[in-house]
């Protein structure tokens, strides 16, 4: 099992920036794809980005491509998402989460990840 906190959430303003963070408590952290997921009250939650074990493969929402990056640290057992050009429909809860399925570049479905965070909430004003 891995237990995953997610950190860096806030308010900022349309086209501003924030790098969030999931920190796993494994010591087996490359055995995890990794995704980062968002949330609005009312609607499904959705995948954003996904990275694989080592982190040379990712996956990406197309709502955030060329705005968004996923990246790790297995040494430091983090998941980062940098998120530029924010947008007020960027808002949400972001939670991060892991599976050790192999997932390819298709890894931003929410049925593949079976460890989550709480989430960190991410709110953009126009």
């Known amino acids: 099992q891995v237990q995953l906190a997610e950190s860096g959430g806030g308010s900022v303003q349309s086209g501003g920036s924030l790098r969030l963070s999931c920190a796993a408590s494994t010591d087996r952290f490359s055995i995890y794809y990794m995704g980062w997921f968002r949330q609005v009250p009312g609607k499904e939650r959705e995948g954003v980005a996904c990275?694989?074990?080592?982190?040379?493969?990712?996956g990406y929402a197309d709502s955030v491509k060329g705005r968004f990056t996923i990246s790790r640290d297995n040494r430091k057992n983090m998941l980062y998402l940098q998120m530029s050009s924010l947008e007020p429909e960027d808002t949400g809860m972001y939670y991060c989460?892991?599976?050790?399925?192999?997932?390819?570049?298709?890894?931003?479905?929410?049925?593949?990840?079976?460890?989550w965070g709480q989430g960190t909430q991410v709110t953009v004003s126009s």
């Open positions: 989460a892991a599976t050790t399925t192999y997932l390819g570049d298709r890894c931003t479905g929410l049925a593949a990840y079976n460890y």
């Open positions: 990275i694989s074990f080592g982190g040379s493969t990712t």
